[in-house]
């Protein structure tokens, strides 16, 4: 029998951001189980040249910095803050365990374990079986975040085509006919970025696109005063944008204009919005490939043709197809973060996984009430289509609004690093006239945003 006030089953991103502001704020004792070998989930099964699409300034737990603080000086991101690899997000995970978790004897951790309901866990090495007695259970799996090489394609191979994950590039013997990129998301185009940046001619990649997608410009989510124009200053043009759309079209249409959405292709109107983050270098980049095919989702592969939705291409035996389908942030019912004996971690800020579990840590450290609990954490799932946008940016401005007005929670959210905001609270010195004028333009246009963006979306929700 193992006895712990949590049990924390999930030792992804989400989950130990959460443990961690237990162990920091509390004497809680916490056991913390995971199928995997190590802690860090997804990530200990990406392919090895993943990165982090947004600053490693915050992302990880709360209490212990990633990376090193410095702006990139060469390659995509360069002149903006560093991305951790997957590498450095593994080793960075391990640091928390073995450096500050398990050090503060509170925390038991049981790798290679796998959680079923009712209560037992059970060890996938040696089949032993535990009874957990907790008090509460921290469901840190909810997300069911997935990467192309934990499963297989959802369309069909033939016999003897070259499909791979992305995972494989980095082995590859030998270069192939030609390269087809099967995916329109973040992991396809961290693959096209990579087959580029290692020599291949961008005529030589295929890119199947079934979605066109609104980008996020890296350049406005940045930490510390350099960047509070285009973050913070980008945030009060978003709620400004959002409060005076005349209609769906108009409120995208100012998105772009205002540079705070992004598109590949301007003559491509994206019906897919889900966060994916780049710089206005590495968009460059992709724009230089010109086969891009727009005819759906693909249903098979041929050893000579690739059949999609509406149409078909060619391909031949000789070509790689690189399978980037995962659905890496999937857009998951939203339930009650607070539910009796239970927590179920899920973003409460718009693609935030990390603050937002760090954030649920603190109020179930702080706060007794569960409806005052699931107030301030309502949650954001992830967002799948353009129209999401309109979904999660009310939300979040409905969340923030609450957990700002909460005096004691809004110092300790000023205080966090895994704010993507931290450039508001960076400044040195109180802000002066122009930043001032940033703040009030939040001010003057939240409330406004929240109601017109409840227009809209009755527009389309009846
Ligand atoms: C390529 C990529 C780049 C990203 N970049 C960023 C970024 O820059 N910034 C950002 O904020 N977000 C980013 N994200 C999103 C975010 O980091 C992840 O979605 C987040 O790490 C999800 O963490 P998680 O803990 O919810 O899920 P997971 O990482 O999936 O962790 C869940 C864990 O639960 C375990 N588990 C599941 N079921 C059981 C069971 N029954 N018993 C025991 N264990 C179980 C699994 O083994 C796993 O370790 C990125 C995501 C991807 C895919």
Redo the contacts with the bound molecule.
């Keep these: 029998m193992i006895e712990a006030d949590y049990l924390v089953?999930?030792?992804?991103?989400?989950?130990?951001?959460f443990a961690d502001v237990l162990v920091t704020d509390t004497d809680a004792n916490i056991a913390i189980?995971?199928?995997?070998g190590s802690?860090?989930?997804?990530?200990?099964r990406?392919y090895p040249f993943?990165?982090?699409?947004?600053?490693?300034a915050?992302?990880g737990v709360n209490s212990r910095p990633l990376g090193s603080d410095v702006k990139d000086a060469a390659g995509g991101n360069a002149g903006l803050y560093e991305?951790?690899s997957?590498a450095e997000v593994v080793a960075y995970f391990d640091q928390v365990m073995n450096q500050q978790f398990l050090p503060s004897g509170r925390v038991q951790y049981f790798p290679m374990?796998?959680?079923?309901e009712g209560g037992s866990?059970v060890s996938l090495v040696s089949k032993e079986t535990h009874q957990v007695a907790a008090k509460k259970v921290v469901d840190?799996?909810?997300?069911?975040?997935?990467?192309p090489s934990m499963r297989p394609p959802a369309y069909d191979l033939a016999d003897g085509v070259r499909c791979v994950p992305p995972n494989a590039l980095a082995a590859l013997d030998g270069s192939p006919a030609g390269y087809v990129v099967v995916g329109a998301g973040?992991?396809a185009m961290?693959v096209c970025l990579w087959l580029i940046a290692t020599g291949v001619d961008p005529d030589d990649i295929t890119w199947i696109m079934p979605r066109d997608s609104w980008l996020l410009d890296r350049a406005n989510i940045q930490p510390g005063p350099d960047f509070f124009y285009s973050t913070v200053g980008g945030f009060a043009t978003q709620i400004e944008c959002a409060a005076l759309a005349e209609s769906i079209e108009d409120l995208f249409e100012r998105l772009e204009s205002t540079g705070q959405l992004l598109r590949l292709d301007k003559n491509v109107k994206p019906t897919m919005y889900r966060?994916a983050?780049v710089s206005r270098a590495e968009l460059d980049e992709l724009r230089k490939i010109q086969n891009v095919v727009r005819m759906g989702h693909v249903r098979s592969i041929g050893e000579n043709e690739v059949l999609l939705n509406s149409g078909s291409i060619s391909t031949t035996p000789e070509t790689l197809h690189i399978d980037c389908t995962?659905d890496?942030?999937e857009r998951r019912p939203p339930v009650d973060v607070f539910h009796g004996e239970h927590i179920t971690?899920q973003p409460i800020r718009t693609?935030?996984?990390?603050?937002s579990?760090a954030v649920i840590g603190h109020v179930e450290a702080s706060y007794t009430d569960e409806k005052e609990k699931n107030e301030l954490c309502a949650p954001i799932p992830?967002p799948n289509s353009d129209i999401d946008w309109l979904r999660i940016t009310r939300t979040d401005a409905i969340n923030t609004a609450r957990r700002n007005s909460d005096s004691e929670l809004g110092v300790w959210l000023r205080g966090s690093r895994l704010d993507?905001y931290s450039a508001a609270g960076s400044l040195e010195g109180p802000p002066d006239e122009e930043q001032l004028k940033v703040f009030a333009k939040i001010g003057e246009h939240t409330g406004g945003a929240i109601r017109n963006l409840e227009k809209l979306l009755a527009e389309v929700d009846g």
């Design positions: 089953v999930g030792a992804g991103a989400m989950g130990m951001a189980v995971d199928r995997y802690p860090g989930g997804h990530w200990t990406a993943v990165r982090l699409h947004q600053p490693s915050f992302y991305l951790a997957g374990c796998e959680y079923a866990i840190a799996t909810y997300s069911q975040t997935s990467v973040k992991t961290d966060c983050t995962a890496g942030l971690l693609c935030q996984p990390t603050f579990a992830y993507a």
